[in-house]
């Protein structure tokens, strides 16, 4: 299953429609593509991206120098909050379509011209400004950062415990997303981000600053967190950023 964000920057004021961008950005975790007729086992055709556990339509837009306009509008996405893995995104522009003029410096581009293939992704690296975080929960590491299927860390909390922010910033999404159960996505700054997935419970507002190891949900019933850690909108290993214990 899928969540952004390199996510729009963090709110510094109370400024509403930078919130919401926050917000939007936050939550494109990921959609079918009606009338999708490939499975997710094959590879995308030329032109398409196929959606991978942990993707936003926001951090694909970022690596593929599109917008989340065009590439929401080239595959007929109407809720950009809602995309999922195995989900096909067209990341190049449908014949006559042409490039925005934010990326095409102002100029049409020809829809007669052949499209060169797209280059491979670099690797992904961790923003330059560093980030120091807390352990969000107590309990034993059942699963470890391993791309693509593992995302993140998974921590096997006690029944009843509680889930904490590992650093301060604010709670841009407070709800449920497919595959990550009930969840909060806390921004810490311009470059990175954590999202604590599987909640029995929220106990923060979406909006609200949080802050460091303040209680943002609870795990009821034995069960698993998972953790992820982003900068600029790609997962990072989660370990690499925590204390040891």
């Given amino acids: 299953m899928t969540t952004s964000t390199a996510l729009s920057a963090a709110p510094r004021s109370q400024n509403p429609a930078r919130r919401l961008s926050a917000h939007l950005a936050a939550v ?8 999708c007729s490939t499975t997710p086992s094959e590879p ?3 032109g398409y991206y196929r959606v991978e556990r942990g993707d936003t339509l926001y951090s694909i837009a970022r690596r593929n120098n599109r ?4 590439l929401a509008r080239w595959s007929n996405i109407p809720d950009k909050s809602q995309i999922e893995v195995g989900q096909l995104i067209r990341i190049k522009p449908p014949a006559g379509a042409g490039i925005s003029a934010a990326k095409a410096g102002g100029a049409p581009a020809a829809s007669s011209a052949p499209e060169k ?5 670099p690797p992904s690296k961790p923003p330059a400004t ?3 975080l807390q352990w969000p929960a107590d309990g034993r590491v059942t ?9 993140g860390l998974r921590i096997e909390v006690p029944a009843g415990g509680k889930v904490r922010a590992a650093a301060s910033g604010w ?17 810490h700054n311009d470059d990175w981000l954590t ?3 599987n909640l029995d419970k929220t106990l923060v507002k979406e909006g609200s600053r949080v802050a460091s190891r303040q209680e943002l949900g609870s795990m009821n019933n034995a069960s698993e967190l998972h953790f992820e850690v982003r900068g600029s909108g790609k997962p990072v290993n989660p370990a690499s950023y925590l204390p040891s214990r």
Avoid: D, M, N
Avoid at 67 to 70: G, K, L, M, T
Avoid at 117 to 121: I, V, Y
């Fill in 28 to 35: 494109s975790f990921a959609v079918w593509l009606a009338a």
């Fill in 44 to 46: 995308a055709p030329e």
């Fill in 67 to 70: 917008s989340v306009a065009e």
């Fill in 117 to 121: 293939p797209a280059a491979s992704e």
């Fill in 130 to 132: 560093p980030i120091s």
């Fill in 143 to 151: 699963g470890r950062y391993a791309p693509p299927s593992e995302k």
């Fill in 171 to 187: 709670a841009i999404h407070v709800g449920t997303l497919r595959g990550y159960g009930q969840l909060v996505i806390v921004k």
């Fill in 195 to 197: 999202v604590y997935g």
